[in-house]
């Protein structure tokens, strides 16, 4: 699982910094995360492959989330692009970008598809074969989404020396792979762990921003293995988190630990502060395992 920030800061985008925008890559699968303005020119910078994102997740409807988003689909129709793209968001994006797209005449030379959320509870919103996505209802000004991506579990590892050893055919690999025993010739039942390796463990990533402190959200994202969680201010300024509903690094400390997260990333920080370092050390206090998201920074967790 790898994540590459490529906007973290709230807001407006500003010389060295870009508003929110990540992409998740997972079991060979990559999505992008919102898609503040600038997030094409950050995917070029970062060399990342256009082609490869066929699913967009749009937390809410405010620019720094979501005006990079018609730069983009007009940026594949110009590259000749023919998969589908998928677009996961509140209702009105498909107002949004259709309007745009209209009133420019631009039309695409490919499908975009549009999944518009309303639901306030969590809800399964896309599965493969590999993920899962399910909405984690945050609390901001106008309707809003996290997203709990979860891999499903592999294949066992096929311990190719065991079965070698019981002359199995390869025919049989699949079964073996898929986790059944096997029966020989002269009757004997080969159990499956003596064939195979168990396979890596699924991981599972929260993505939650914008929102207030709201506890409601931890049974969802319970034991996820990385938690990113908006804190756009510091204790100092918790005056303004109810006003703009937004959360301080605490905040989002105390989120991670009543979860029982793996890895706690922090983002979406007001410009107001001179270090990001600030939050960390906030959170901390709180929660030890925290990391700073930073525009280009890439995370890998094995």
Same mark, same amino acid.
């Given at each position: ?44 910078? $970062? ?12 937390? $809410? ?10 730069? /983009? ?9 023919? %998969?589908? /793209? ?58 809003? %989404? ?11 590892? /096929? ?32 159990? %499956? ?52 509903? $937004? ?56």
């Amino acid at each position: 699982m790898k994540l590459t920030i490529l906007g973290c800061y709230a807001a407006t985008p500003r010389t060295l910094t870009n508003p929110t925008a990540q992409v998740l890559e997972m079991r060979n699968r990559m999505y992008l995360i919102d898609c503040g303005e600038g997030t094409q020119v950050q995917l070029r910078k $970062h060399k990342i492959k256009f082609g490869k994102i066929n699913q967009v997740f749009i937390s $809410h409807l405010h620019g720094d989330h979501v005006y990079g988003l018609i730069g /983009l689909i007009s940026t594949f129709a110009l590259l000749g692009r023919k %998969n589908d /793209l998928t677009v996961f968001g509140p209702k009105g994006i498909k107002e949004l970008i259709l309007t745009q797209l209209k009133l420019t005449n631009s039309w695409t030379s490919y499908n975009i598809v549009f999944r518009e959320l309303t639901s306030v509870s969590p809800e399964l919103i896309y599965e493969d074969d590999k993920v899962t996505v399910t909405t984690i209802p945050l609390k901001h000004r106008v309707y809003a %989404n996290g997203y709990l991506f979860k891999e499903k579990p592999a294949e066992r590892k /096929l311990n190719i020396d065991a079965v070698n050893d019981y002359e199995i055919e390869t025919c049989y690999y699949q079964n073996i792979k898929s986790g059944k025993d096997i029966t020989l010739e002269d009757g004997r039942v080969i159990d %499956n762990v003596l064939l195979t390796f168990d396979p890596p463990a699924p991981k599972s990533y929260a993505f939650c921003s914008d929102t207030m402190y709201i506890e409601s959200i931890v049974p969802i994202i319970k034991d996820v293995d990385v938690l990113y969680h908006e804190s756009t201010f510091l204790d100092s300024e918790e005056r303004y988190c109810e006003p703009t509903m $937004h959360s301080t690094a605490r905040q989002a400390a105390y989120i991670a630990l009543k979860a029982n997260a793996g890895t706690l990333i922090l983002g979406h920080y007001s410009t107001r502060y001179d270090s990001i370092e600030l939050f960390r050390e906030e959170a901390m206090t709180v929660f030890k395992n925290t990391e700073l998201a930073e525009d280009g920074k890439e995370f890998e967790f094995d």
